[in-house]
């Protein structure tokens, strides 16, 4: 069942989400910013419809997120959650799952996805940015669980994630005190994969971005694959795993010309199969 089919029907509100596309990269806009891009039923569901279209994108290479008035997203709208239809336990468990599915596409979309988070990524917002492959922080940002605060739990990733990228007493710490990271934090602590200065965004992730876009799509598709499984898995399927990669890999028509460009010393023409 697709994420569509399981939520509710979406409100009245227009354009939650944008796409666009520049020069490779796709970049998905949440854009609610009158409530700092907190997430309805409506954001949710066109936020993974976006996501599917950038998988399909034959112009697209890389993904980036990004929230419109200089801010990521404050996760969840209060006004949502206190609604009649989180009223029982059925419909609040349906939220959270419909929510971890659509932060989970971007997880395991085929091509890269990057979170470029300026302002508050918290809550929702900062499930959805430890769901992307990377994540490039502004250095006024403001990024953590913050669920405890509210004496709410975070549905969508952070039991999973955050102890695979930054230890368990380290999760703990975020997660028990609510507190919120600063853009150079993140980077130190294993989050971020850079911070930038809040005006220098937009070239952070052209340059960021580059070394990815001429590479072949379907080698970079099985590679983020065999990657994401290999949080999971033990040693033996692990090398088993990387063999049947591996062999994937080499027969592809993008191996064979990226082999033949080496040898005549000319640069690769993809065909991304």
Request: glycine content about 8%; some cysteine; overall charge negative.
């Amino acid at each position: 069942m697709s994420v569509q089919e399981q939520a509710s029907p979406p409100t009245s509100e227009e354009g939650a989400v944008e796409y666009e596309v520049s020069d490779g990269i796709a970049t998905i806009w949440l854009n609610r910013p009158h409530v700092k891009n907190c997430f309805n039923w409506e954001q949710i569901i066109t936020l993974a419809a976006a996501l599917d279209r950038a998988e399909e994108d034959d112009d697209v290479g890389v993904v980036v997120i990004r929230g419109r008035g200089h801010t990521f997203s404050a996760g969840a709208d209060l006004n949502m959650l206190d609604s009649e239809f989180l009223a029982t336990s059925a419909n609040s468990i349906k939220i959270a799952q419909v929510s971890a599915r659509t932060f989970d596409r971007a997880f395991n979309l085929a091509k890269p996805t990057i979170a470029a988070v300026e302002g508050h990524a918290v809550a929702g917002g900062f499930e959805l940015s430890i769901s992307c492959d990377f994540l490039i922080a502004a250095d006024d940002a403001k990024i953590g669980d913050f669920h405890i605060r509210r004496a709410l739990f975070g549905g969508a990733g952070p039991i999973y994630r955050l102890p695979r990228y930054i230890g368990l007493r380290k999760t703990k710490e975020l997660l028990f005190t609510g507190k919120l990271l600063s853009g150079k934090e993140c980077y130190e602590w294993g989050l971020a994969n850079l911070y930038v200065p809040a005006d220098q965004m937009d070239q952070a992730i052209a340059d960021f971005a580059a070394p990815m876009l001429d590479k072949s799509r379907f080698t970079m598709r099985i590679t983020k694959m065999a990657a994401n499984r290999g949080l999971d898995g033990d040693t033996e399927t692990l090398i088993a795993l990387e063999s049947m990669t591996c062999n994937v890999a080499h027969q592809s028509e993008d191996a064979k010309e990226g082999v033949q460009a080496f040898l005549e010393k000319r640069d690769p023409v993809w065909t991304h199969r």
